[in-house]
C-alpha cells in the first residue's frame, strides 16, 4: 500500500503580463491554493485521486478568477459553451462534456457521464439536459458573465481575432483549469474544465474535452491536464502522446514532457502530469502558467511565472 499521496494544479497558460495589478495576482494565488487545499482534504481522508481532482476543479469553477465555469470566456455569439473531461488511471474510466451552457459545474457532469452512461462524451443541449435528468444544478447561460471576460471579447471582437484568455497587455488572465493527483493506494486520475478561448466559433470544440488531447490518466505511467491553444494540443494528441512516450521509449516522466514541451510551437502553452511516484512536471512555452502542486510530506506551492 502506498501511503504518500499528491497533486497538481493549473489554471490556465498564456501570455500574462508580469505588471498585472499586484492585488489581482494575489487574489489568483488565493485561488490556487482554495483549489490544492480541496483536493488535499479528500487524499488526506483516503479518498480517490479522481475525487481529489474533481474537488479541486470545482473550486476553480466556482471561482469568477478562471476561465471555467463562472467566468468562462465570451464566444463569437456572446454566449458561454463550456467543456470539461476527466479519466481515472486505475481503470480508464473517461467522461467529457463539450458546448454545455447551462451546467453550473461541468466537471460534475463529466463524473456523471462516466458513471451514469454508457458513452464518454456528451455535447451542447444533450449534455445539459443528462445533467438536468441526474439532478446537477442548472443556471441561465448569464450565469457565467463577468464583466472583464465581456471586455475582453469586445476587444478580440473588434480586432477579428481568437485568442486565449491572457493577453499581455490587459488584467484580463488566467483560464483553463486541471489537477492531476495520485492518491494513497497509488491511483492516478485527471480532471480538465474550461471555457475555450475567446471569441472561439459557435460550438467549437477544443481540446480539453477530448480525451488524449487534453486530458490522460494511466495507472502505468502518468495523469496529464493541458492548457493552451487547444488546436495544437488536438493535433499532438498531446495528453496521450506523454503516456505513449513513457510506455514506447521507456521515459521517465521528466524526459517525456521535455520531449513533448520541446515539439508543442512555442506559445502554445503547458500541461501539468504526474507519475505513480509522485514525481510533478509543470512545463509550459507560454510566458506563464498559474500552477501549484502539494503533497502528504506538506509541500503547498503556488506559482506563475517562476
Ligand atoms: N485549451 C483550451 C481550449 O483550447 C483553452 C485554454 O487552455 O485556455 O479550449
Given at each position: 500500500m502506498i501511503s504518500?499521496?499528491?497533486?497538481?494544479?493549473?489554471?490556465?497558460?498564456?501570455?500574462?503580463?508580469?505588471?498585472?495589478?499586484?492585488?489581482?495576482?494575489?487574489?489568483?494565488?488565493?485561488?490556487?491554493?482554495?483549489?490544492?487545499?480541496?483536493?488535499?482534504?479528500?487524499?488526506?481522508?483516503?479518498?480517490?485521486?479522481?475525487?481529489?481532482?474533481i474537488e479541486a476543479v470545482r473550486s476553480?469553477?466556482?471561482?469568477?478568477?478562471?476561465?471555467?465555469g463562472v467566468g468562462a470566456v465570451y464566444n463569437a455569439d456572446g454566449k458561454h459553451e463550456l467543456d470539461a473531461s476527466l479519466m481515472d488511471g486505475n481503470n480508464l474510466k473517461c467522461g467529457a462534456v463539450t458546448g454545455v451552457k447551462t451546467t453550473k459545474n461541468?466537471?460534475?457532469?463529466?463524473?456523471?457521464?462516466?458513471?451514469?452512461?454508457?458513452?464518454?462524451?456528451?455535447?451542447g443541449d444533450g449534455a445539459d439536459k443528462f445533467a438536468s435528468l441526474h439532478g446537477l444544478e442548472q443556471v441561465e447561460n448569464y450565469y457565467f458573465d463577468t464583466e472583464y471576460r465581456y471586455n475582453a471579447w469586445l476587444k478580440a471582437k473588434s480586432e477579428g481575432k481568437i485568442i486565449l484568455d491572457h493577453t499581455a497587455d490587459s488584467n484580463v488572465s488566467l483560464g483553463?483549469?486541471?489537477?492531476?493527483?495520485?492518491?494513497?493506494?497509488?491511483?492516478?486520475?485527471?480532471?480538465?474544465?474550461?471555457?475555450?478561448?475567446?471569441?472561439?466559433?459557435?460550438?467549437?470544440?477544443?481540446?480539453?474535452?477530448?480525451?488524449?488531447?487534453?486530458?490522460?490518466?494511466?495507472?502505468?505511467?502518468?495523469?496529464?491536464?493541458?492548457?493552451?491553444?487547444?488546436e495544437l494540443f488536438m493535433t499532438g494528441c498531446t495528453a496521450y502522446d506523454i503516456h505513449a512516450k513513457m510506455t514506447y521509449l521507456g521515459l521517465g516522466l521528466e524526459d517525456a514532457?521535455?520531449?513533448?514541451?520541446?515539439?508543442?510551437?512555442?506559445?502554445?502553452?503547458?500541461?501539468?502530469?504526474?507519475?505513480?511516484?509522485?514525481?510533478?512536471?509543470?512545463?509550459?512555452?507560454?510566458?506563464?502558467?498559474?500552477?501549484?502542486?502539494?503533497?502528504?510530506?506538506?509541500?503547498?506551492?503556488?506559482a506563475i511565472w517562476e
Open positions: 504518500k499521496y499528491a497533486i497538481a494544479i493549473h489554471g490556465g497558460a498564456g501570455v500574462i503580463s508580469r505588471s498585472t495589478d499586484p492585488e489581482r495576482i494575489e487574489s489568483y494565488k488565493i485561488g490556487l491554493t482554495e483549489a490544492l487545499q480541496a483536493g488535499v482534504l479528500v487524499l488526506k481522508s483516503g479518498g480517490t485521486a479522481l475525487d481529489a481532482t476553480m469553477e466556482d471561482n469568477p478568477l478562471f476561465n471555467a461541468p466537471i460534475l457532469l463529466a463524473k456523471k457521464v462516466m458513471e451514469e452512461s454508457e458513452h464518454i462524451l456528451l455535447c483553463t483549469v486541471g489537477a492531476v493527483a495520485l492518491d494513497i493506494k497509488g491511483n492516478l486520475a485527471t480532471s480538465t474544465s474550461t471555457g475555450g478561448m475567446t471569441n472561439k466559433k459557435f460550438m467549437r470544440i477544443g481540446d480539453t474535452p477530448i480525451i488524449g488531447a487534453g486530458t490522460y490518466a494511466n495507472n502505468e505511467t502518468c495523469a496529464v491536464s493541458c492548457t493552451g491553444i487547444g514532457a521535455d520531449y513533448t514541451i520541446g515539439e508543442l510551437p512555442d506559445g502554445a502553452g503547458g500541461f501539468i502530469a504526474i507519475d505513480n511516484n509522485g514525481t510533478i512536471v509543470m512545463p509550459y512555452n507560454s510566458l506563464g502558467m498559474f500552477r501549484g502542486k502539494a503533497d502528504s510530506s506538506g509541500l503547498i506551492e503556488v
